[in-house]
């Protein structure tokens, strides 16, 4: 048993030790790290963003005064004629034009291609014009956050999901289908090291992978509020998660040819594998189609755990269909096996 073990170790430790020289594993690795790590200084940003506005006023109108005075984040831009300041917005050299008819009569062209800035913009230019004609307001509206969830955070849990099935999927298939190309597979055929040792070490080869990448970007992004049961369902949950894509990067080294033809057909594999989630909240449909990828699963337990502290027993549903996914995965994967070691039989 510890011979078999050790084996098994040698074959983690020879990826691992390859991954770090591998131009397409550290890219699919620290790319996404890197991501989720500059989302991280949007948390970190105190002043607000600055608008570039061209304007034509007709005189006397004093709405230009009153937006230098009043709004620091508008950077007014001065124009003789409404072409000049709407090929200015066309052209993408400010974010809005304001025309100033008369004392209460605007008329405001925005870049739609820019809808951060469109939304947040035209918002802002509302309320400059209902302070400037001193509109009363007919209703008070308070607008409370819950929660501390900051920028990093929100968007940790498509990274994480979008990092493990990369590494799952795209690097494990590979690293799988290159045995071939190298013919350790058919060493390992008059070898002491029995096929499923491979087999097994390569898993264990993506889970650990994805794990310590979770585990870096986790740190990276502070996650050191969670409770404990928070961190337990984050631990389960990326387990099962690293496995069921562990599991699919397999199935596709088994079945291709060679490190070539695996690449290709992950590429194919992964994007499909990851629409439906990135998609679920545009209809009751897309939610039930995300339903059957095990990525969904993954992506929802995470938003669970990360943005609402829920432990355990709040997403043991998502536990049990990405087990269920899991053994089902690895059933059809070690039949596929099965199937390649009686070939070279």
């Not at 005189?59 to 300041?85: K, M, P």
Request: proline share 3%.
């Amino acid at each position: 048993m510890g011979t078999k073990c050790h084996r098994i170790w040698a074959f983690v430790r020879k990826d691992l030790i390859e991954s770090v020289k591998n131009r397409t594993i550290l890219i699919a690795v620290i790319l996404p790290v890197v991501a989720s790590l500059l989302f991280g200084v949007l948390d970190q940003a105190q002043t607000p963003k600055e608008f570039i506005v061209a304007i034509l006023e007709e005189e006397g109108a004093g709405f230009t005064r009153f937006v230098e005075g009043s709004a620091l984040n508008i950077n007014l831009d001065i124009v003789s004629n409404r072409d000049e300041g709407l090929e200015l917005v066309k052209s993408g050299q400010v974010h809005g034009f304001v025309q100033v008819h008369s004392e209460d009569e605007f008329s405001v062209f925005l870049d739609s291609g820019r809808p951060v800035y469109f939304f947040a913009l035209s918002e802002s230019i509302k309320q400059l014009v209902e302070t400037y004609l001193a509109v009363p307001l007919y209703y008070d509206l308070e607008v409370i956050p819950v929660g501390d969830t900051t920028v990093s955070r929100s968007v940790l849990p498509v990274w994480i999901t979008v990092t493990m099935s990369m590494i799952g999927v795209m690097v494990v298939s590979g690293a799988f289908a290159e045995e071939k190309d190298t013919k350790t597979i058919d060493a390992i055929g008059v070898s002491p090291a029995g096929y499923g040792e491979l087999l097994f070490g390569k898993g264990l080869f993506g889970v650990v992978l994805s794990i310590v990448t979770v585990g870096i970007m986790s740190g990276l992004n502070r996650l050191y509020g969670l409770g404990f049961s928070a961190w337990l369902a984050l631990g389960v949950l990326t387990l099962l998660g690293a496995a069921c894509f562990t599991a699919i990067g397999l199935l596709i080294g088994v079945l291709a040819s060679g490190q070539s033809a695996a690449r290709s057909v992950a590429t194919v594999v992964y994007f499909p594998l990851l629409f439906p989630t990135l998609l679920s909240d545009l209809s009751s449909f897309t939610r039930v189609l995300a339903g059957f990828f095990p990525t969904f699963h993954v992506f929802a337990g995470l938003e669970a755990v990360l943005l609402h502290g829920q432990g355990v027993g709040e997403i043991w549903a998502t536990l049990l269909a990405l087990l269920s996914f899991l053994v089902l995965l690895m059933g059809v994967t070690f039949f596929a096996y099965r199937r390649m070691v009686n070939s070279y039989d």
